[in-house]
C-alpha cells in the first residue's frame, strides 16, 4: 500500500490532527492549518494527499469528515487489527486494561508471560504460558 514509512507516520499524524481540530468543532480545513499542526509545508500536506486521489477545494479547504475517512481507509483504521501481547509485567498489564486501544482500531487477543502467576489472573484477555 504505502511503501515510504515517513508517509505513513505523516498519515497518521494528519489523522490526529484532524481529529483533534473535529472535536474542537471545525468542518472543513485548509492544508496550510494542517501543515503547521503537524509541522510540515501545505506543499507537503497537499502532495500527500495527492498520492490517493484526495484533493481539496482552494476556497473551500478539505471536508475533515471526509478527510478523516480516507485516512481511516488508508492506514488500515476501518479493519480492526488483532494483537498479541508479549510479557503482561507492569507495562504488560497496564496495555491490558487500556481500553483506547479499540477506538483505535487494535484488539489484544491474548498475552504471553513467563510467570505462572501472571496466568492465573482474571482478565478478559486471556495471559498463557511462554
Known sequence: ???????????????NALTRFKALGFVK??????????????????????????SGNKRGG????????KLNEILGKNEIQKVVLVGAG?????????RTFEQEGIKIIAAF???PAKQLQKNSIPVLPV
Open 1 to 15: 500500500m504505502i511503501g515510504n514509512k515517513r508517509v505513513i507516520l505523516r498519515f497518521s499524524r494528519y489523522r
Open 62 to 69: 478539505y471536508q475533515i469528515d471526509a478527510l478523516i475517512g
Open 90 to 98: 507492569h507495562l504488560g498489564s497496564a496495555l491490558l486494561k487500556y
Open 29 to 54: 480545513i485548509f492544508s496550510e492549518y494542517l501543515a503547521d499542526s503537524v509541522g510540515v509545508t501545505s506543499a507537503q500536506v497537499r502532495k500527500d494527499f495527492s498520492l490517493f486521489g484526495i
Open 113 to 115: 508471560d513467563i510467570d
